[in-house]
C-alpha cells in the first residue's frame, strides 16, 4: 500500500528527499520528485527487478503511468529523449517542460511514490553538440531534470568515453547517470564486455560512477519488424564484466520484446531500469498491441479498437494526416506534437478512458512482469538513510587516472575490436 502524503514519514521525505533544483521549482509541491539514483537503489535492493522508465510522449502517457505506480507502490522514472524532447522535438512534453508536467500530476492525483525526471538519450554525435551540450544540459536540470543519460555511443569508443568525461563537470553529483556503448540498432553491432569496461573503467579513472550502462544487447527503438529481442545471455556477461564498478543495467527498447523475455532480463541480469516508448504511446491512441508491445498491422496500416483510446473521429483525421504524409507506421510518432492539443481538448472521459489505457497496461508490466510492485518503500528507505537528497555511489575508484589520460584512452581504444554495424540513423 503506497505512503499516505499527510504521514510524518512522507512529510519528511518531503523535507529531506527532493533535490534543490526542485525544491526550488515547486516548493509547496507534495510530489516526491527524486535523483534517478534512489529508484536504481530501490530496484537494487528488492533483487530481479526492473521498473519502467516510461518516456512520456504525451500528457495521457504521464497521467497513465503514475497512476498505476501509485496503484503498484512502485518507484518509476518518466523520461523523454532528446529526439522525442529536445530542441528539435517531435513530442509536447520536453527536457523543459517534463518535471513540470509530472509534478502537477502527482500533486492532483495524491501520488506519493518516488519518480525520477530522466533526460534520456542526450545525444552526442560530434564536437559541436558537446559544445552545445555545456549549454543546454544546465538548462536542464534548471527545469527540473533529476537524472541524465549522456549517449554519445555514435562516436567511435575513445570519443565517446572522452565526450563522458567531458560533460561530468555539467551534471550535479546527486543526479542519476546513465552511460551508453554501442547504438541500439538490434543484432547488429552486438556491445561486449570489452566495449564495457572500457567505458566504465575510464569513467571511474574520473571519478565519475555511472548508476546504469546502456548497451546494444539485441533490440530496437520503436515497432520493430521482427522479435529476435534481447540478448540475455550477453547482457548478464556484461554486467557480470562490470559489477565490481557498482554499475546497474538500463534496458533499451523493451517494446519488440515478450513479457516471458522481460521477465528473463529482469531475473538473470543486473538491469534496473527498463525503456517503455512505443508501446505507451499506441496504448494511450487506443492502437491494438501484442504481447511484444509492436503494433499490430493490417496491410500495412495501424489498427485501432474501436471505443479505446481517442475518439474515432480524431483517429481519422490523424490517420488522414498520415496518409497524407504518406508515413508508414513507425513515422506516426511525429504526429505527438501536432495531436497533443487535440487530444487534450478530447472530452473528459475520453482522456480518462486514454489514462486508464496506459494505467492498465503499466500496472501489469510493473506487478507482472518487472518484479516493480512495493518498491516504493525501498526508495524511501535508501532516502531516509542518505538523511538527504544524495545517496552517494555505489562504488568507489578503483582504476589509476595516470592510465587513463586522454592519450593513454585513444591507445587503450586501438586494442578493441569493434563492430558497429553499418551507419544510419536509429534515433527515435
Known sequence: MALSNQSKEYEKLLEI????????????????????KFIDRALAAKGKAMTIAANGRNHIIIRGVLAAAQKANAAVIIEIAKSEGGAKAYCAPNYWNLARQVDAVLNELGVTVPVAIHADHYGIKNEKDLVKAKIEV???????????????????????????????????????????????????????????????????????????????????HGIQAESTGIHVELTASVHKAIAPYGVSGAQHGTSGNSSDRLREIAAKTRTTKANVATALQMVSWG????????????????????????????????????????YKAGDYKSLNLPFENKILSLPRDIRERMAKGVED????????????????????????????????????????PAEWTEANIREKAKKLVPDKGPAGNYDD
Open 17 to 36: 528527499g527532493r533535490p534543490p533544483n526542485v525544491v526550488r521549482l515547486f516548493p509547496n509541491s507534495r510530489g516526491l520528485i527524486v535523483s534517478g
Open 138 to 220: 544546465p538548462t536542464m536540470f534548471e527545469a527540473g531534470i533529476t537524472s541524465i543519460a549522456v549517449d554519445a555511443s555514435h562516436l567511435p569508443d575513445e570519443a565517446n568515453l572522452l565526450a563522458n568525461i567531458a560533460l561530468s563537470p555539467f551534471i550535479p553529483k546527486w543526479s542519476g547517470l546513465e552511460t551508453e556503448v554501442g547504438e541500439i540498432k538490434g543484432d547488429i553491432g552486438l556491445s561486449t564486455p570489452e566495449d564495457a569496461l572500457f567505458q566504465i573503467q575510464g569513467l571511474n579513472a574520473h571519478d565519475i560512477f555511472p548508476d546504469w550502462i546502456a548497451l546494444n544487447n539485441g533490440t530496437t
Open 287 to 326: 492502437v491494438e498491441i501484442d504481447d511484444y508491445g509492436n503494433a499490430l498491422l493490417k496491410d500495412g496500416a495501424l489498427v485501432k479498437v474501436p471505443g479505446s483510446g481517442m475518439t474515432e473521429e480524431l483517429w481519422e483525421e490523424m490517420v488522414a494526416v498520415g496518409t497524407e504524409k504518406k
Open 361 to 400: 497496461f503499466v500496472h501489469k508490466l510493473l506487478t507482472e512482469v518487472f518484479n516493480a510492485q512495493d518498491t516504493a518503500p525501498l526508495a524511501y528507505d535508501a532516502i531516509m538513510e542518505a538523511k538527504g537528497f544524495d545517496p552517494g555511489v555505489k562504488a568507489q575508484r578503483i582504476e589509476d
